[in-house]
């Protein structure tokens, strides 16, 4: 008997943090996907974006990239668009899998405010970490990332390139740092309505 409770606790922590590293994660995509909506952009940087989004011309066919890229950037972009499509899929699978959580913990308030409060604590000092990680060596982190989502290595292009031109290195720490500083912002107010509840509660046992 105390086997299974403690099998049962240890099952139940194992999916409360799983299920805070994916509310944590569906953050992060979201205000990846918020920055790329709103940001601003010059008339080349629009056409790409627009392109990476599969948004649609007025004729309803696909935008298509223009400017005179390389064969390899036309093929490291279509690399991107899928990267992009995946990022959409799993943005969705979140979208399911939370409220699914919502469905099944809004009448448990304890366990609803523990876990956002850990959301906020995960979400925040991971953001954290990679920004000071960032500030050390941006360009490190940025051929990392790179590196692992795209082994086959067609990402790397000369500085005078229709790619880099279009998209230098601070277009990326750029969009980054509005990413990062919504997701953190985010943490933050996890945390604060968790601790404002958990006050309202304590007053009202008063």
Not at 49 to 69: S, T
Not at 154 to 170: G, K
Not at 178 to 186: E, N, T
Request: charged content about 15%.
């Amino acid at each position: 008997m105390e086997y299974m409770r403690g099998k049962r606790a240890i099952l139940k922590q194992a999916k409360s943090i799983l299920l805070i590293i994916l509310f944590s994660f569906f953050i992060v995509l979201f205000s990846f996907k918020t920055t790329v909506s709103f940001a601003k952009y010059t008339p080349q940087q629009q056409n790409a974006v627009d392109f990476l989004l599969e948004k649609k011309q007025p004729n309803d066919r696909p935008i298509e990239l223009g400017g005179e890229y390389t064969l390899a950037e036309h093929a490291h972009m279509n690399d991107v668009q899928r990267l992009f499509k995946r990022g959409n899929a799993l943005f969705l699978m979140l979208i399911g899998v939370m409220t699914f959580f919502l469905s099944v913990y809004h009448e448990k308030k304890a366990e609803m405010q523990k876990m956002i409060l850990w959301s906020g604590v995960v979400l925040a000092g991971s953001v954290l970490l990679l920004s000071i990680i960032g500030l050390v060596s941006f360009t490190s982190v940025f051929n990392l990332f790179h590196a692992i989502f795209f082994p086959q290595g067609n990402w790397q292009f000369p500085v005078d390139s229709l790619l880099i031109q279009t998209f230098p290195l601070s277009f990326f720490t750029r969009m980054s740092f509005f990413i990062f500083l919504q997701a953190f912002s985010w943490g933050i107010l996890f945390i604060l309505l968790a601790l404002y509840v958990s006050h309202a509660d304590s007053k009202k046992h008063v």
